[in-house]
């Protein structure tokens, strides 16, 4: 089983500042998915991304508030730009293989100030 | 693209008794159906899952069944524990490694 180290694990920032989450893996995955989550909510994709092309986004959201960067089979980020009050939340990357399951990471918590 | 939901999105249940948790999902070729379970301030874990050649899988309290023709796959907890309290997720993947997750279902063993 794959091993994904998400950071930071939480961070309070400043409104109209940006966040960049890092997510590395410890093998190679063929996708990887961006979650937003209240605790004890449902899990939100935010966006699909994959190696050497642009990220894939759901509906309501944007490239440009929620930039994602894939550079190799190993290790993707998120940014949160812009960020306001309602941009708090529980951030959660995840990493899918041809013959496995979905694997998350610890998720970083954002507050938004 | 896949859709998949889950139901109930809350279930309270007396320890002892059995939860269970159904799941359909749209898009026939998905052949992979994962559960997962989320502590509170945790990252969601898998506890079990089917691949599409299949009909029923065990693992000791926890079972999970997959009905094809019909596009829906269920969870059941037996004899269920407090520590299993906790949010659970049903999942569809398909060929392309794309997955969908349900809603959730937020499941409360009572003592």
């Known amino acids: 089983s794959a091993v994904i180290s998400q950071k930071p694990s939480r961070d309070i920032c400043q409104r109209g500042t940006s966040l960049t989450i890092q997510c590395q893996v410890d093998s190679q995955v063929t996708m990887m998915f961006w979650y937003r989550q209240q605790p004890g909510q449902s899990l939100t994709l935010i966006a699909t991304a994959n190696q050497g092309s642009e990220a894939t986004y759901e509906s309501g959201f944007v490239i440009d508030k929620f930039p994602i960067s894939r550079p190799n089979l190993t290790f993707s980020t998120l940014t949160v730009s812009n960020m306001s009050p309602e941009d708090s939340s529980i951030y959660l990357c995840s990493g899918v293989t041809y013959a496995t399951e979905a694997f998350f990471g610890q998720g970083t918590r954002l507050t938004v100030v | 693209g896949e859709n998949v939901e889950q139901h109930p999105s809350t279930l309270s249940v007396q320890e002892g008794d059995s939860a269970v948790i159904k799941c359909t999902y749209s898009d026939s070729a998905s052949n992979y159906f994962p559960w997962y379970k989320q502590e509170l301030g945790k990252r969601p874990q898998l506890i079990i899952d089917?691949?599409?050649?299949?009909g029923e899988k065990k693992d000791q309290r926890i079972a999970v069944t997959l009905n094809k023709t019909a596009k829906h796959f269920s969870l059941h907890i037996t004899e269920t524990q407090p520590e299993d309290s906790a949010v659970y997720f049903c999942a569809a993947k398909w060929d392309n490694n794309d997955m969908r997750f349900g809603a959730g279902t937020r499941l409360t063993v009572k003592p």
């Open positions: 089917i691949r599409s050649n299949v």
